[in-house]
């Protein structure tokens, strides 16, 4: 029962819990251990993992999807109208 329990929270709880406080899917956390033991190797591969995936998923959120997102806010923040104060009376 021990054996089943502690594989239990190894496979679902461990990467649900990781996941929310780094801010990834739980999914994420475990391809991103499988993939980085793999890269690395060893058991620094799965130790450093979880850190450098949430390190390129900030960087990418920043500098790649971030910036077209914020022009496409600033269009539209542009396009609204301005009534002033001054025009209404």
Same mark, same amino acid.
Not at 6 to 12: I, S, V
């Given at each position: 029962?021990?054996?089943l329990?502690?594989? @239990?929270?190894?496979?679902?709880? !461990?990467p649900?819990?990781? /996941? *929310? $406080?780094?801010? #990834?899917?739980?999914?994420?956390?475990?391809?991103?251990?499988?993939? &980085? /033991? %793999? %890269?690395?190797? /060893? %058991? #620094?591969? =799965?130790? #450093?993992?979880? =850190? @450098? +995936? !949430?390190?390129? *998923?900030?960087l #990418? +959120?920043?500098?790649? &999807?971030? =910036? $077209?997102?914020?022009?496409r806010a600033?269009?539209?923040?542009? $396009?609204? =109208?301005?009534?002033?104060?001054?025009?209404? !009376?």
């Amino acid at each position: 029962i021990f054996i089943l329990i502690q594989n @239990l929270e190894g496979m679902f709880y !461990a990467p649900r819990i990781v /996941g *929310k $406080s780094v801010g #990834l899917h739980p999914m994420t956390v475990i391809v991103s251990i499988f993939v &980085w /033991g %793999l %890269l690395i190797g /060893g %058991l #620094l591969g =799965p130790i #450093l993992a979880v =850190p @450098l +995936t !949430a390190t390129i *998923k900030v960087l #990418l +959120t920043r500098y790649v &999807w971030g =910036p $077209s997102v914020r022009e496409r806010a600033r269009d539209q923040v542009a $396009s609204v =109208p301005v009534v002033r104060a001054a025009e209404q !009376a």
